[in-house]
């Protein structure tokens, strides 16, 4: 296709076009290496009975490589002043709807349901750094029908979430996604694969949605307090950090007995702790408020 982009020359061409200025506050860094591009695609496993949900399309260079792919994509993009430009550069594909919104406001479960009759989606993006983990826990927690998430995220990020206990980049994200996802790491991406370049380094990685969570826990939103507490405090140990945490009415017996009952030693930081750890630290103590 001619107006294909994914090449820094089409990517110039198109922004002097339209005199398109890129804004810092909406994450703006476009993808220019088709490579990448390829393997994204490739992560995502895409088949042509898919629908898929692209956040911020920019000037539409993945949404050419998704909808070659895909039954269907339904790219989201923020910037009226990209809309125009997706126009021109989608203009030979019947299978894109563009909605111009903030992904965060959006009801994407009824964007599944109208787009793919309620069944799972799949989600890929290049996405905008500074919304990473508000996109990527609204998907999960709002229950929307989902396949996998295949996104470019800042390193670090992509780091904490494989993370596993005992190591520095674990912490409370590693564990809410790994709750609902199988977490995979495709490739480290350089700064000099975007125009602009950012000022971190870049990586893609692949979510597989769990069809149920890997660990049985009676009350999810009490693990989750009990992790955030362990890590808000992450230099004291798990018992400290629990009896110091405000939002927690344990007393500092029941949080003791909760922490015997699982084998663990007194002394233990909640950075320690696997997954089914903190699942039996929270069906523990939530036999307490029974
Ligand atoms: N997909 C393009 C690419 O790879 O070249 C652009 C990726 S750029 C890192 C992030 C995109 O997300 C930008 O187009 C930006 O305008 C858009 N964006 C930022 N915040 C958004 C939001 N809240 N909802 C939807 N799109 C958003």
């Keep these: 296709m001619e107006n294909k982009l994914g090449n820094p020359q089409k990517t110039i061409e198109i922004i002097q076009k339209y005199q398109f200025a890129f804004q810092k506050k909406f994450g703006q860094n476009f993808l220019i290496d088709g490579r990448v591009l390829e393997k994204i695609i490739a992560a995502a496993e895409i088949t042509e009975e898919d629908m898929v949900l692209e956040i911020g399309p920019g000037i539409g260079t993945m949404t050419q490589y998704l909808a070659e792919q895909a039954r269907q994509v339904v790219a989201v993009e923020i910037d009226k002043n990209l809309i125009p430009i997706l126009e021109e550069t989608l203009k030979d ?28 989606i ?9 919304i990473t983990t508000p996109i990527i826990m609204g998907l999960f927690e709002s229950n929307v029908p989902i396949a996998n998430i295949t996104v470019m995220v800042q390193k670090e990020v ?12 674990y912490g409370a994200l590693s564990l809410a996604v790994q709750y609902y996802a199988s977490p ?6 350089p700064p000099n694969c975007f125009i602009p370049r950012p000022s971190v380094g870049s990586a893609v990685i692949r979510l ?10 009676l009350d999810s939103r009490l693990m989750f307090d009990l992790i955030r507490a362990s890590f808000n405090q992450r230099r004291k140990t798990l018992q400290n950090s629990l009896n110091n945490a405000q939002n927690l009415t344990f007393t500092k017996e029941q949080i003791a007995n909760a922490i015997l009952s699982l084998d663990l030693p007194a002394s233990v930081r909640g950075e320690a702790l696997t997954l089914e750890q903190f699942a039996g630290l929270a069906n523990a103590l939530k036999k307490c408020t029974e």
């Design 93 to 120: 594909y019947k299978n894109i709807t563009v909605i111009n919104e903030d992904i965060l406001k959006l009801n994407i479960g009824e964007l599944a349901e109208k787009y793919n009759q309620g069944k799972p």
């Design 208 to 217: 597989t949605r769990y069809e149920k969570p890997p660990v049985e826990v």
């Design 184 to 189: 995979y790491i495709v490739a480290n991406v």
């Design 122 to 130: 799949k989600v890929v993006a290049n996405l905008p750094y500074y």
């Design 158 to 169: 992509a780091e904490r979430m494989q993370a596993g206990p005992g190591t520095k980049d």
